[in-house]
């Protein structure tokens, strides 16, 4: 019998997670199926006791439902609960067990444009929503000990800063500030929705004062290069588009149900020939 998997959202008509997964499954031999799920906010208690009922092995969860999940679920990982975030459910025999690899695959993604150790680096988040707080308290929990935060609402960078129960060395910095010191970072993370399609003209700050080799990260993959990316490679930086921390979440969710770390660069390939260099939702 195939084995059912998932991925939980409202809206997502647009979700690349099938293709996705569905590759890595083939490649692997493994006979399963992973499907779309469309479940609104009033429906989610039912959709959760359905995993149960159908015996679905596992599910990613999307937005809007990744913290409004975590009381429906048995258990929850500590990462998954500091950041507040599921995005991977797996079955173990009838008990739901909640996951957050959406930082983490951020970091796996990171990683290979990283020379030297992730922990020494200096790194600006720019943002303050879910997933600079998954990218924030995952480089936080990995020993990265200095990472400033910028964003528009001040109360909302300082709040994330404040309720991180990891130890760091954090400022807040208004944007405007944060544009003059950004000379100071090795990495530099753009986790806003700012510059995605269809206003792809916009982006959250002036990079005139970046230093040659940061590496700048865009955690979004429509379009594949943002004009903050494209600004920041025309001053030097080393820059990486979303589509790194889709894949990686993504396989690091497959790793979860299966024990198998799958094949990431044909994930990859697979959700790019999807995406026809056009436009996307998670
Ligand atoms: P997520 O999906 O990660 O939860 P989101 O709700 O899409 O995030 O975006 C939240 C982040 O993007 C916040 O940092 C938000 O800034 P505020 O805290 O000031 O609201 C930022 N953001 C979204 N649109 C923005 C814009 N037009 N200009 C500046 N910041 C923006």
């Known amino acids: 019998m195939n084995d059912v998997y998932g991925v939980i959202g409202d809206p997502i008509a647009h979700s690349k997670s ?41 599910v990613n ?27 991977t459910v797996v079955n173990q025999n009838g008990t739901l067990i909640g996951y957050n690899t959406d930082g983490l695959g951020f970091v796996e993604g990171l990683k290979p444009h990283i020379d ?30 200095k990472i400033d935060l910028t964003n528009r609402t001040k109360e909302n960078g300082v709040a994330l800063i404040n309720s991180c129960p ?12 944060a544009e003059t010191i950004l000379s100071d970072y090795d990495v530099i993370i753009q986790t806003t929705s700012i510059g995605m399609s269809p206003s792809v003209e916009q982006y959250p700050l002036a990079l005139r004062q970046l230093k040659n080799g940061t590496v700048v990260s865009d ?23 979303g ?7 993504g396989a690091l969710a497959f790793e979860k149900w299966t024990g198998i770390f799958p094949n990431t ?9 999807q995406l026809g260099g056009s436009h996307v939702n998670r």
């Open 18 to 58: 099938p293709i996705m997964h569905n590759v890595a499954f083939n490649d692997n031999q493994i006979e399963a199926t992973y499907v779309k799920f469309h479940v609104s906010k009033e429906q989610l208690p039912q959709a959760i006791s359905g995993l149960r009922a159908l015996d679905i092995k596992g």
């Open 61 to 87: 969860i999307t937005v809007p439902h990744k913290s409004s999940v975590m009381p429906l679920l048995d258990e929850i990982d500590p990462l998954a609960n500091a950041i507040g975030a599921v995005n």
């Open 116 to 145: 030297g150790e992730l922990e020494t680096k200096s790194v600006l988040i720019i943002g303050a929503g879910g997933a600079a707080k998954a990218i924030y308290y995952t480089l936080a929990s990995l020993g990265v000990k």
């Open 166 to 177: 990891f130890a760091l060395e954090s400022r807040y910095l208004h944007l405007s500030e």
């Open 219 to 241: 955690i979004i993959y429509n379009p594949l290069q943002t004009t903050f990316l494209k600004q920041a490679k025309q001053l030097g930086a080393r820059t990486q588009n």
């Open 243 to 249: 589509l790194d921390m889709f894949v990686f979440q």
């Open 265 to 273: 660069i044909m994930m990859k390939k697979a959700v790019l020939k």
